[in-house]
């Protein structure tokens, strides 16, 4: 079932303590939609400045992902992000946020992307994230990732957009940012309350009343946890010895999880679809750590994403027979 994204689609200056880039492709819509591609049919919404170049589009083109919702604004700058990693990759420092052609974007989606049954809202504006919704209010799976900058000043909006999505993947400490709750299970369990009224919100039937069912929490290098209503389950990230660059780590995560729903949307969203969908969006997030941007998964094929989900099954899995006798 095709995808729609709409997100940041950028150029990044990243420093690692094995190496910089001072600008490559990134944006969460380009890091999700080079993932999800693997799945099914992708289609991006975005724009980007006069400065963003043809053969950064072609990156998109040569995976097949659909780039006609890709509106280049004249005059316009494509957005910017800086960033720099501390030595064992776990803390980042944003240094710098350019928003460019965003400011005072008006997403206009072609009849296309409009017609996709699966959506990912990827970080942007939340008020962005609201607007795309709107203009797909029957699609049937619709997820959200965003950050805590749009946590420290639009947390409202941010909280509005929530409400109207049924998956929602974030950091864990952004969750916990959001919520006020220091615990994660309990922060989780708090926002698949969240329930937007209806009465009043503007985005239609199908999104009214909605509110989300599934929550990922995305822990970095320690993997991702996954809470439902009933249930709860957590995989480790695969266990690589050398990491090059963790940026746009979990939107490739969420690329490989969103894209594996929506290639299995005819099935119901059990349990074990969502567990499934949880190993091949860290798989594909593992690879995508191995090379600065995008450089690794351009090259990516299939087979080593399924070889890496049968090692991930491999190291999770462990026999639950009990100890004949336990202590005390
Ligand atoms: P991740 O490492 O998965 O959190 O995503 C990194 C990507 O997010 C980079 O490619 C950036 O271009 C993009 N990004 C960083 N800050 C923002 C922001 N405030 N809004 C949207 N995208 C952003």
Not at 157 to 166: K, P, Q, W, Y
Request: with cysteine; proline share 4%; net charge negative.
């Amino acid at each position: 079932m095709p995808i729609t994204v709409v997100g940041s689609i950028a150029y990044d200056a990243v420093k690692t303590p094995f190496g910089e880039r001072e600008r490559m492709l990134g944006g969460a819509a380009v890091h999700f939609a080079l993932a999800a591609s693997f799945f099914d049919e992708v289609r991006v919404v975005g724009p980007v400045g006069e400065d963003f170049g043809e053969s950064e589009i072609d990156v998109l083109r040569r995976r097949g992902v659909g780039v006609a919702d890709i509106e280049r604004i004249a005059g316009g700058k494509t957005f910017f992000w800086r960033g720099e990693y501390g030595w064992d990759l776990n803390s980042r420092e944003t240094l710098d946020t350019q928003l460019g052609v965003f400011e005072g974007f008006e997403p206009k989606l072609s009849d296309q992307s409009r017609e996709s049954e699966v959506l990912f809202l990827a970080n942007i504006q939340p008020g962005l994230q609201r607007d795309v919704r709107e203009q797909m209010p029957d699609a049937r799976f619709v997820a959200l990732d965003s950050m805590n900058l749009w946590i420290d000043i639009a947390r409202d909006e941010l909280v509005d957009a929530i409400e109207r999505v049924d998956c929602l993947i974030l950091n864990d400490a952004e969750l916990r940012q959001l919520t006020g709750r220091p615990n994660l299970v309990s922060a989780a369990r708090e926002i698949l309350n969240w329930k937007a009224s209806g009465a009043g919100g503007s985005a239609g039937e199908g999104a009214g009343g909605r509110g989300p069912s599934v929550i990922v929490a995305k822990q970095g290098e320690y993997g991702a946890a996954l809470v439902t209503a009933e249930r709860f389950f957590a995989l480790p990230a695969y266990p690589l010895e050398t990491v090059i660059d963790p940026t746009g780590a979990g939107d490739t995560f969420a690329g490989g999880f969103v894209g594996y729903i929506a290639a299995h949307s005819d099935h119901e969203l059990t349990d074990d679809l969502l567990r499934r969908a949880m190993a091949h969006g860290t798989a594909l997030a593992s690879f995508n750590v191995e090379e600065f941007g995008t450089e690794r998964i351009e090259r990516l094929e299939g087979e080593e994403i399924s070889a890496r989900v049968r090692e991930l099954s491999e190291i999770t899995s462990f026999s639950g027979a009990p100890l004949a006798r336990l202590r005390g």
